[in-house]
């Protein structure tokens, strides 16, 4: 089905990782010290964003005052306590390990590089992927194309050769924008 793609690109969260129950978790721990709430709803739309993006969003709709960069470093530490001994790979990892070695893969990702490598590491799946491309390699992240043209670059394919799996509009957006072909796994 894939065989027209010369490289193939994967979201992390919520694409290839199930990772989603844990950053919720997370939030919920770190806004509780400050006596903020997030909307679930509200949040799935910014599903792809780097997480001070996200922590920026909360502190708006709260009419906090607290330094979103701050804000989204506490979230991170939560997660790094979390994730390894929660999250499991989705389905869509069988399409990785059916394509390792016919094309070369990576992983675009809104999450900070040193979780997606931990995340990737801990759970045996980072020697699929020629390259991890995460929010702290991009100025410019989902829905801009920065995080996928990077990704091409490093696995040595033309953009328009690519095809990005992804689950969210962010970053179904940012494939557009790349002239890539984009798979919604939210409908497989």
Same mark, same amino acid.
């Given at each position: 089905?894939?065989? +027209?793609?010369?490289?193939?690109?994967?979201? $992390?969260?919520?694409?290839?990782?199930?990772?989603?129950?844990?950053?919720?978790?997370?939030?919920?721990?770190?806004?509780?010290?400050?006596? $903020?709430?997030?909307? #679930?709803?509200? $949040?799935?739309?910014?599903? !792809?964003?780097?997480?001070?993006?996200? %922590?920026?969003?909360?502190?708006?709709?709260?009419?906090?005052?607290?330094?979103?960069? %701050?804000?989204?470093? #506490?979230?991170?530490?939560?997660?790094?306590?979390?994730?390894?001994? /929660?999250? +499991?790979? =989705? *389905?869509?990892?069988?399409?990785?390990? #059916?394509?390792?070695?016919?094309? *070369?893969?990576?992983?675009?990702?809104?999450?900070? /590089?040193?979780?997606?490598?931990?995340?990737? %590491? &801990? =759970?045996?799946?980072?020697?699929?992927?020629? @390259?991890?491309?995460?929010?702290?390699?991009?100025?410019? &992240?989902? *829905?801009?194309?920065?995080?996928?043209? =990077?990704?091409?670059?490093?696995?040595?394919?033309?953009? @328009?050769?690519?095809?990005?799996?992804?689950?969210?509009?962010? !970053?179904?957006?940012?494939?557009? %924008? @790349?002239? $890539?072909?984009?798979?919604?796994?939210? =409908?497989?």
């Amino acid at each position: 089905m894939y065989e +027209r793609y010369a490289g193939l690109i994967f979201d $992390m969260d919520g694409t290839i990782l199930d990772t989603e129950p844990t950053h919720r978790k997370a939030w919920h721990e770190v806004l509780g010290r400050y006596g $903020m709430r997030f909307d #679930e709803q509200s $949040m799935v739309g910014l599903n !792809g964003s780097p997480t001070w993006r996200i %922590a920026q969003f909360i502190i708006e709709a709260n009419q906090g005052d607290l330094d979103p960069h %701050a804000l989204a470093q #506490e979230k991170t530490a939560a997660v790094k306590a979390m994730l390894l001994d /929660s999250v +499991r790979p =989705l *389905p869509l990892i069988d399409v990785v390990k #059916e394509w390792h070695g016919r094309r *070369p893969m990576s992983v675009g990702t809104g999450s900070e /590089s040193a979780i997606a490598e931990a995340l990737l %590491a &801990h =759970l045996g799946l980072r020697h699929y992927f020629n @390259a991890v491309v995460a929010a702290d390699h991009v100025k410019n &992240h989902k *829905p801009a194309p920065d995080t996928f043209l =990077l990704c091409a670059q490093q696995m040595g394919v033309e953009p @328009a050769q690519c095809v990005v799996f992804e689950d969210a509009d962010f !970053g179904i957006q940012a494939a557009q %924008a @790349a002239g $890539m072909d984009a798979v919604d796994v939210r =409908l497989l």
